[in-house]
């Protein structure tokens, strides 16, 4: 089953370049991993996001495969060859973000900071087969890294910026945090 991430706290890793520390990030009913607030020094790595587990099949969220809050800074999304220790042409940091309605979206006037690199946006797990984000690959913003020159840290498919500070479908899924937040506060009482 899919797992959805929705996180304001700073410096987390979520995943991570040894075997096993892959999560499953799909199928959800919105986004699949959410930075909605001003969120800094998060790490994202070796994940599936909007694919099943045997890396092929499409198990799409809704909404984004990742989004950013209009001031999150300093996050990692993926890294090239070297970022999980060894040179050996394998790029063991680099998520697959596949099959979301978006791949990568962020936007707003306090955004920045951000890098992505290495991943596969919108193929299979062999980098091979079409599983495209049907909305778009990426949309990060200002200030931010899209690929690289370092050996892995390219991208599977170009960036291409959001042509507002938030998409419909990141409005949309700013409200549905808001609304589930409100759920949880009004069952507490
Ligand atoms: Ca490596």
New binding site residues.
Partial sequence: MGEEFFTNADNNLIGGTTPGARNIISGNGRCGIEFPASASGNTVQGNFVGLAADGITVRSNASVGVLFGAFTTGTVIGGD????????????ARNYISGNALGIAAGGPGFGGVTVQGNYIGTDTTGTLARGNTGGGIGVGVSSIVGGTTA?AAISSPATPLPASTSPTQAWCLLEATISERRRTASAR
């Fill in positions: 060859d070297a970022a999980d220790g060894t040179i050996d042409g394998i790029v063991n892995g």
